[in-house]
Every structure is written in structure tokens, then in C-alpha cells.
């Protein structure tokens, strides 16, 4: 009966329709429901079921509407992952392919970490965690940077996310509106400039050259600003150059950045711990008057040789971590409990990563220097002396442009035809200087042993060779 009741919004009226006739007669209990007489020889649902087909193969099939958002048209795929996909496809085909394009430690996770990830997986950490991070590791990483970088922080003031990529991500768009305007240093890491326009805001880049050490001069930072200025983006240690700006360099762009009214300051400091003396590594967020303006990001993949453990974090002021807090909940929720767990024992081997992460900075050191002599004694080769990271970035533009040729290959027009010839030929996979916004270069990373970069260095070498490579009209 009740089923009857609800049911009474059909009126006699809307059964004699179409589209509603035989719902209607079936439930208010009929004996002729209203189809064809075909369809009352067979059960009820067989008949809707025919009916519903016949609908469908009387309607014309149109093609699917494959509109994007508009975008996805604006932003670039990452060459750095394109180039080391490629690398790691030749060598599953056998072909004997060095790949020098990722960012990412030959090393393997400490030991300790490990354990400590293990354990967490034994005693039962597999659950969901707080979305900002458990309590335990924001507080470490509160007394991490406290000790290491003379930066105060309460927990709530620290996101834990899925790396420091989404840390990056998530703060710029927490701060930044469409409209506004986005101050990134070149060459810079793939990812800014494509982040920023995802937000709807405009990358404004400022050149710098391996004569300045890839450092943007306070002058430089002045002469971009307008009113619509609401980030700076800074990468030191930077990937891809390796510069390191000195604290006297910082305080000169602090200055111009505290005359600016609505300017903040994104400090990307995940190569922190991979710095070379006499360079020190300085947070941006610790010079006078900079805590307000400035978000802090850094994470664990480098330093510690934890790219697949995914976790990186956010330090800000309150309204700022707020915020990227509430993006992050809507979108992966909180990062691995595993993870979380290990990073706690990444943070307990001390600053500076204690003597596991020492060991891998000397030995990357051992690499930065091998690999800078190899490519000076290259004519042609302009190199900045990295202070930092695992990357160099040769100034390479006498091997492309106009005039520029290989035998067996063609013209050499620029830094991506270059690569590709490198990749070809020499079976070494480099990173094109224009994914970094400098056409003019080309980034190698030096994570790798130093039989494989010997190796690598020999192919390149031999292939720029001046009896089968033609330099670009005019080098010297």
C-alpha cells in the first residue's frame, strides 16, 4: 500500500503519454501495461530492456565531445621526464644508453630510514594520518628547521604532502590569483612556470648568466616588479645550475622584496643539505623582516635518496599553511604513514643529514669536480662552477645555431635538436638548456658512478669531435 501511495503523483492523465504510460500502469497494478504486443508476451524488465535498446539504436551516434581544459594547452610536458622515459625504453631494447637526465640520487636509502619504514609496515602504520601530517614528524621537522635554519615554526604551521613538488604546487596556489604575476629566475626548475600558469597568473622570467653564476641581481628583481608582482621563486641550492646565493646576496634581494607591498617569497630548499664548502646554505625566511613574506618548501627525496618514498613539506605562516592545508584535503589528503614514519628517522641522523647523507655529498662533490674538468677541456664549453645540487649546466651555444652540423645527422639548430643528437648518436641522454627557459645550455646530472659519467663524458667528447661536428658559424 505505501508503495501504492507514493507512487500517486501519476495521474490518469500522464498514463496515456509515452514516455510514462507503462511505469505508471505498472504501478498502480494493471493487468495491460502500455507496449506493443510483442513486448506483453515477455517478463516486464525484458520489455523495458527491449524498449530501451530499440530507443538507442534509433538515435544517431555522434562523436564524443573531447574538449580539454583550456590549461592544459598552456602547460608544457616535463622534458626531464620525457628524456629519461626515452633513455629507459632504449634500454629495455638493448640498446646501451646512458641516462644523465633525472634529478635523482644514485644512492640508496639510508639504512636506518629503511628500517625504520619496515618496522612502521610491522607494526601496523598503514592507516590513514592526519591530513597536514602526524604530529610527531611536523614537530621534528619544527625542530629540524629551528636547529638548521634559525626558522620558528609551530606544528600548524607545517603541511607534510606527497613531496615536494605538491608542496610547491600547493603553495602557489594558495597565494597567487589569475592576474597576477610570478617572478622566476632563469634558468629555473621545468615546473614553475607551467605550476604558475595552471594558477591562471603570468611567469615573468629574469634572465641570468653563467657570468653572474646564474644569480639574479637585486636589480634585476626591481626592474620586474609592476603592481601585479605577488611571488618570487627562489631555488638555492638550484636545480639546474647548482648556484647557491650567499646570505650578502640574499639580504640585497630581501630589501627590494620588503619595499613591495604584496610580494612574497616561495624558498625551494630541497638540495639544502647537497652544498660544497666554502658555499652555505642560507633560508631565505630567516633574514630580517622575511618570515611574513615567505613559504618555506623542502622534503626528503634528495638529501636522504628518497625520490619513491614521496614526501616533502610546506613551512608558512599560519594563514598561508592554512590554506594550502584546506587544497591538500581536497585533493590527495595526507601523505604516506610509511613514509612518515622513515622520515622520522631521516630527521633523527642529525643536521645536515648526520654522516649517511655526508658521505653521499662527498662523493657527489668527488662527481661535480671530475665532471667540471672534463667539460672545460672541451673547447667551446662555458661552465658556471656548481656549489651545490647534482647538476651542471655548460653553456654550449658554439655547438648550435646557425651553421652548426653533425655528420650522419644534419643542421644542429638549438639545445633540443643538440640533445637529440646526443641521444642518437653518443647514446647519452642530457636535458635541453629551454626546458629551463636557457636555450644556450644543456643540464647533466652528475647522480651517477664515476665509471658511468667517465663513460658518458668519453661519448660526448668523441662525438663533438671537430672531423664529424661543425660549431656554429662564428665560434671560436
Known amino acids: 500500500m505505501h508503495a501504492l501511495q507514493n507512487r500517486a503523483p501519476f495521474s490518469s492523465s500522464s498514463r496515456g503519454s509515452n514516455a510514462s504510460g507503462g511505469r505508471a500502469s505498472i504501478a498502480a497494478g494493471a493487468t495491460t501495461p502500455r507496449f506493443s504486443n510483442t513486448s506483453q508476451a515477455l517478463p516486464r524488465g525484458k520489455s523495458v530492456q527491449m524498449s530501451a535498446a530499440a530507443a538507442a539504436s534509433a538515435s544517431p551516434v555522434v562523436p564524443v565531445d573531447t574538449t580539454l581544459n583550456p590549461l592544459v594547452a598552456s602547460v608544457k610536458p ?18 646501451d644508453v646512458i641516462g644523465l637526465a633525472a634529478g635523482e640520487p644514485d644512492f640508496d636509502t639510508p639504512t636506518e630510514i629503511v628500517e625504520a619504514g619496515v618496522a612502521a609496515l610491522r607494526a601496523g602504520y598503514t592507516r590513514y594520518t592526519p591530513n597536514t ?12 628547521l629551528l636547529d638548521d635554519n634559525g626558522l620558528s615554526y609551530s606544528p600548524d604551521e607545517i603541511v607534510v604532502s606527497n ?10 596556489l594558495a597565494t597567487v590569483s589569475p592576474g597576477d604575476e610570478v617572478i622566476i629566475p632563469a634558468p629555473y626548475w621545468v615546473s614553475y612556470t607551467e605550476m604558475v600558469r595552471l594558477a591562471g597568473a603570468t611567469p615573468v622570467v629574469v634572465p641570468t648568466t653563467p657570468e653572474e653564476g646564474f644569480l639574479m641581481s637585486p636589480e634585476k628583481l626591481a626592474a620586474a616588479l609592476t603592481p601585479r608582482s605577488r611571488l618570487l621563486i627562489l631555488c638555492t641550492p638550484s636545480n639546474p645550475t647548482g648556484a647557491v646565493y650567499p646570505k650578502e646576496h640574499l639580504e640585497a634581494l630581501a630589501r627590494v622584496v620588503g619595499a613591495h607591498p604584496r610580494l612574497l617569497v616561495l624558498s625551494d630548499e630541497i638540495y639544502e643539505y647537497i652544498t660544497y664548502e666554502p658555499a652555505k646554505h642560507v633560508s631565505f625566511g630567516a633574514l630580517p623582516g622575511m618570515w611574513d613574506r615567505t613559504l618555506t618548501v623542502n622534503g626528503f627525496s634528495k638529501a636522504y635518496a628518497m625520490t619513491g618514498w614521496r614526501l616533502g613539506y610546506l613551512a608558512a605562516p599560519r594563514h598561508y599553511a592554512k590554506a594550502a ?14 613514509s612518515q614514519q622513515a ?13 649517511p647523507v655526508q658521505k653521499m655529498v662527498r662523493a657527489f662533490r668527488e662527481r661535480r669536480d671530475y665532471v667540471s ?8 664549453v662555458n661552465l658556471a662552477e656548481p656549489a651545490g645540487a647534482f647538476y651542471v649546466l655548460p653553456e654550449m651555444s658554439a655547438f648550435f645555431g646557425a651553421g652548426a652540423a653533425a655528420q650522419g645527422f644534419g643542421p644542429v639548430p638549438d639545445s633540443d635538436t643538440f640533445c637529440r643528437y646526443l641521444i642518437e648518436k653518443a647514446n647519452v641522454a642530457v636535458v635541453p638548456g629551454d626546458a629551463f627557459g636557457a636555450d644556450s645550455c644543456i643540464r647533466i646530472s652528475y647522480a651517477a658512478s664515476l665509471e658511468t659519467l667517465g663513460k658518458a663524458l668519453d661519448r660526448i667528447a668523441a662525438s663533438l669531435d671537430p672531423s664529424i661536428y661543425t660549431r656554429r658559424t662564428g665560434s671560436n
Open 325 to 338: 592545508a584546506i587544497i591538500q584535503s581536497q585533493s590527495t589528503s595526507g601523505a604516506s604513514s610509511i
Open 133 to 144: 601530517g602526524i604530529t610527531a614528524l611536523r614537530k621534528a621537522i619544527c625542530k629540524k
Open 78 to 95: 616535463s622534458k626531464t621526464m620525457a628524456l629519461t622515459d626515452l633513455a629507459t625504453s632504449m634500454k629495455e631494447a638493448g640498446i
Open 163 to 172: 613531496g615536494a613538488k605538491q608542496s610547491i604546487w600547493q603553495a602557489v
Open 343 to 355: 622520515a622520522l628517522a631521516a630527521l633523527a641522523l642529525g643536521p645536515g643529514g648526520g654522516e
Open 373 to 380: 674538468a672534463r667539460l672545460r677541456s672541451i673547447h667551446g
